[in-house]
């Protein structure tokens, strides 16, 4: 035996299995050997079917020698049962009298499959009701149409089966979009791409219900959809995504259908496992599914265009597009001359173009003369050749990224650019990202051709941006770029895109203005989000630093529409409406410095007639009038007349980002840390704070937070509360680990997903602060360990900046000591506390 056998059965032998019985454990054995999925299926379906057929004949047999048949349906009826599949069976009666007379019985049938621990799904239904469509269960139509005998009336399933086949004649279409309406929606959950990843290898894009699709659409006999030949071809594609399954299965010991960054790193230590890394599994994964959902995706095509007048009288006017080269029909692009790519290899750039242009994909025909020729094409984009003008034109237009994917599944887009093999369905796990790398980078085209669409008026100011750059093909270039170092898992990936870059510029004859900005772009790209993440957007030194990389207006707009992209391609919330805000102000911050004259410098003096103002601003630092608009000093104002009555005053109101809480009080020790810590225990996520004193020794701090459960708009007088709580915690009433006793521990992605604790200090970023840059695995009360730690070594805290990526915290605070930046010591000293902090301080 080997030492990955020894290991999977010592696993199995760990788990209780007093419920399985010894024919299941031999299955279960044999597949972490051999790795055969079709034998689990068989295997566990034969044993289901003599657990039913035995308890029919101790429980129903006797109660009905005639007029009732229990029928497999679903994947039970197909023989497809998984470890830990639901077993779908349909009781089939003559009439509904025999149901209610036999409800005893049946009782006692099923709930000796439950007993046996089965997880029955069970209906009851007449042969008149199993051959109607119920719009609340038409479900039920579907799974019969893989419904076969197990026990009971012959006479009676005799009786279903040419009414069944009738009806399904009659109702295929009815059924056939049903469906695809169903794909569809279940496609869209998972935003239409099969690149996740951690795929859902049962329900995501590509997986198996869309074989299962597949399979029903070709039951049914509706002409267009795949025919047998094709649903044979994806066998090889079933019998890897179904081998997934049951080591999901077996791996959970229930019906877990998710592939988990856990659950790929155990792949393969498997004893059947042909790879020895989990990217090559995962490489595997995404080139099956990919042919399922292109077949599945043609089926729903095909099913939905008929008998939609509407959609083909579309579909009429775009096939007068057509032109010398390209022919459209039935919405799909074919070749007019199959054989002119073999004179002129060129001539599958401008398929491309066509693409791009009208946003209509390539037919399955055009697909295979590409294929056909792929090795002509390879030995023609082996030679460099100047053919940036066609790139050129593939890239500038409205369907970019439709005409990319079409090049990409041809295969065509790795002969252009060679560099693109190395991110092609390859994974990189930071569990933030959702996509693949070359997933990820199509989208980012995606997000820029959605914003010049968008009528959102946080997304109009980008859109405005976009329309002002003069070359979008360069933008585009460099976002397909951005990442391509990726693939090398070496190094700064940046550095390693932009060198690759370099060569596939040279190669395809890019002009030097072109190359330099997109050079630019790339080695750039993430210089704005981490702007956005890491620095007070108000400190001058920011707007400087960002000034210096920029350079130039031109050049800042290029590169905030690409962190635009690059941002909102990462998941489909990464680029919330407080994030979007903050690239604004990147935006606007570097805009002003580029462009500023010296005397915006100056800050205007209180004017006569304003004592209570004059004496309030006194001592506050001269960032404080910089950052904040006349009328939130006119507030802070009021409150400091609130404070002077009540000790401590507390605003909280809306913002477009989120919500703004401002807390004016009396200085003492750990406040900033105590009003983080009240809001963590609301559940509240706090994106920003700042923290001012004056020299009369009120404080002004101020944090925007975000509330991920709507708990203040759901629950109005929540936000009282949460005032009343902030007001008992500044006054010293409440003690604030008591509060947050009971918050729950975010659930980890993994087992292998903890985050050790980094501090970092740096001197130079901010003209009067030392700059601490942490990051930790979150939790809840992580600020406000972080913030009383540097209270009790006697930190003044001036800003603080944070953001979260999954369950990775990364906060960064502007400190000072004594009006001074930290020296060496104390920095020593601190960092030694930060860390103690961000591993969860002293126990609550």
């Known amino acids: 035996m080997s030492p ?170 009815d059924l056939a979009r049903h469906l695809c309406r169903l794909a569809r929606q279940r496609h869209a959950q998972f935003h239409g791409t099969i690149y996740h990843l951690e795929p859902n290898v049962k329900e995501s894009p590509g997986g198996l219900r869309d074989l299962h699709l597949a399979g029903w659409l070709h039951k049914l006999g509706v002409s267009g959809v795949p025919e047998s030949h094709r649903l044979e071809d994806l066998e090889p594609a079933r019998a890897f995504v179904s081998r997934l399954r049951c080591f999901l299965h077996y791996r959970a010991r229930r019906d877990n259908n998710t592939l988990n960054f856990d659950a790929q790193e155990e792949l393969p230590e498997q004893a059947y496992s042909p790879y020895a890394e989990p990217e090559a599994w995962m490489r595997q994964y995404y080139i099956h599914v990919r042919s399922v959902y292109g077949v599945s995706s043609r089926a729903i095509d095909a099913v939905e265009s008929k008998n939609n007048s509407l959609l083909a009288g579309f579909r009429d006017w775009r096939s007068r597009l057509s032109n010398s080269d390209f022919t459209v029909a039935r919405d799909r692009v074919y070749f007019k001359a199959p054989h002119a790519m073999e004179k002129d290899p060129g001539l599958v750039l401008r398929l491309f173009q066509f693409v791009a242009r009208h946003g209509i994909p390539l037919s399955v025909e055009a697909e295979r003369r590409v294929m056909e020729n792929y090795s002509h094409l390879e030995r023609y984009f082996q030679t460099p050749r100047p053919i940036w003008p066609a790139v050129r034109e593939l890239l500038a237009q409205p369907h970019a990224a439709l005409g990319l994917r079409a090049a990409q599944d041809c295969g065509v887009l790795r002969l252009i650019f060679p560099e693109w093999e190395a991110i092609e369905c390859c994974v990189v796990r930071d569990f933030y990202h959702r996509y693949t790398v070359d997933e990820h980078t199509i989208v980012t085209i995606e997000c820029l051709q959605e914003l010049a669409r968008s009528p959102e008026p946080g997304r109009r100011r980008f859109s405005t941006l976009l329309a002002e750059i003069e070359e979008p093909a360069v933008l585009r270039f460099a976002l397909l770029f951005h990442d391509i170092g990726k693939g090398l898992r070496t190094g700064n990936h940046s550095v390693e895109s932009a060198r690759l870059a370099a060569g596939a510029m040279e190669r395809i004859g890019m002009p030097e203005k072109h190359r330099r900005m997109a050079l630019f772009l790339i080695e750039q790209h993430l210089s704005l989000s981490a702007a956005m993440t890491s620095r007070d957007l108000d400190d001058p030194a920011t707007a400087r630093m960002l000034a210096d990389k920029t350079g130039a207006v031109e050049a800042l707009k290029y590169l905030t529409l690409l962190t635009y992209a690059d941002i909102a391609a990462v998941n489909p919330t990464a680029l919330s409406p407080w994030r979007m805000e903050q690239l604004w102000r990147v935006y606007v911050t570097t805009y002003q410095e580029l462009t500023r004259e010296l005397q915006t410098d100056r800050i205007v003096a209180a004017g006569n007639g304003e004592d209570d103002r004059a004496s309030f601003l006194k001592g506050l630092p001269v960032r404080y009038l910089r950052t904040h608009t006349e009328d939130e000093v006119r507030l802070h104002l009021e409150l400091e007349a609130r404070r002077r009555n009540a000790e401590a005053a507390i605003d909280i109101r809306r913002t477009e980002g989120g919500y703004l809480v401002t807390v004016l009080a009396k200085d003492r020790r750990n406040l900033f840390a105590s009003a983080a810590g009240a809001l963590a225990s609301f559940g509240m996520n706090i994106l920003k704070a700042e923290a001012f004193a004056n020299q009369q020794g009120t404080i002004v701090d101020t944090f925007v937070f975000e509330d991920p459960r709507r708990t203040l708009e759901l629950n109005p007088t929540e936000m009282e509360r949460l005032e009343i709580t902030l007001e008992r915690v500044l006054l010293g009433r409440v003690e604030v680990r008591e509060l947050l006793r009971y918050r729950p521990k975010p659930t980890l992605p993994g087992k292998r997903s903890g985050i050790a604790p980094r501090v970092g200090f740096d001197n130079d970023a901010s003209d009067t602060a030392t700059l601490i840059e942490i990051t930790a695995e979150d939790r809840p009360g992580l600020l406000y360990d972080i913030s009383a730690a540097l209270s009790g070594a006697d930190c003044d805290i001036e800003v603080v900046l944070v953001d979260t990526e999954a369950h990775k915290a990364m906060d960064v605070f502007y400190v000072s000591a004594g009006g001074k930046k930290l020296d060496a010591m104390k920095m020593s000293r601190l960092r030694e506390s930060l860390e103690t902090a961000c591993r969860g301080g002293p126990k609550i």
């Open 4 to 173: 990955k056998q020894s290991e999977f059965e010592m696993t199995t032998a760990a788990k209780p299995r007093s419920e399985e019985t010894a024919p299941l454990e031999a299955i279960r054995r044999e597949f972490g050997r051999s790795g055969d999925a079709a034998a689990v299926l068989a295997g566990r379906t034969a044993h289901v079917d003599r657990q039913i057929r035995e308890a029919f004949a101790a429980h129903l047999a006797p109660a009905f020698p005639g007029g009732l048949a229990v029928l497999a349906a679903g994947g039970f009826g197909r023989r497809e049962l998984f470890p830990h599949s639901d077993v779908d069976i349909c009781l089939l009666v003559e009439n509904e009298r025999t149901a209610g007379e036999g409800r005893s019985p049946i009782s006692s049938f099923l709930q000796s499959l439950w007993d046996a621990n089965l997880r029955v799904s069970h209906s009851v239904h007449t042969v008149a009701e199993c051959c109607e469509i119920h719009d609340g269960n038409i479900e039920l139509s579907i799974s019969l149409l893989d419904e076969r005998l197990l026990a009971g009336d012959e006479s009676l399933h005799a009786l279903l089966k040419p009414r069944l086949a009738k009806f399904f004649d009659s109702r295929r279409m």
